[in-house]
């Protein structure tokens, strides 16, 4: 079993910046790809940006390239989303999620999730 618990969500304005954290605990952290998704009111949770268990290869959404920054310390067991220019369509309940497959993109091939945390862009 992995636990996951996000922190780092609110509200900011258009342009502004957040950085979600997500700490993990339980088997080893380092063995698993560790990702970001997202999920707006009545949307279907899609994935933001995805990192390797070395860190050595990401994922983003095409949404979100060159914005946000996913970023790992596994000697600290936490994955961070460094999100900046952020726009009023990244509000989402944000949540970390962990797999054992290499990058996957879709939300059915990761096995644990944090609760989520909120992020709201006002404009």
């Known amino acids: 079993q992995v636990q996951l618990v996000e922190s780092g969500g609110g509200l900011v304005q258009a342009g502004g910046s957040l950085r979600l954290s997500c700490a993990a605990s339980?088997?080893?952290?380092?063995?698993?790809?560790m990702a970001w998704f997202r999920q707006a009111p009545g949307k279907e949770r899609d994935i933001v940006a995805a990192?390797?268990?070395?860190?050595?290869?990401?994922y983003y959404a095409d949404s979100v390239k060159g914005r946000f920054t996913i970023s790992r310390d596994n000697a600290k067991n936490t994955v961070y989303l460094q999100m900046s220019s952020l726009k009023p369509e990244d509000t989402a309940v944000y949540y970390c999620?962990?797999?054992?497959?290499?990058?996957?993109?879709?939300?059915?091939?990761?096995?644990?999730w944090g609760q989520g945390t909120q992020v709201t862009v006002s404009s």
């Open positions: 999620a962990a797999s054992g497959l290499i990058l996957p993109s879709t939300a059915g091939r990761y096995n644990y």
């Open positions: 339980g088997r080893t952290f380092s063995a698993y790809t």
């Open positions: 990192i390797s268990w070395t860190g050595g290869s990401t």
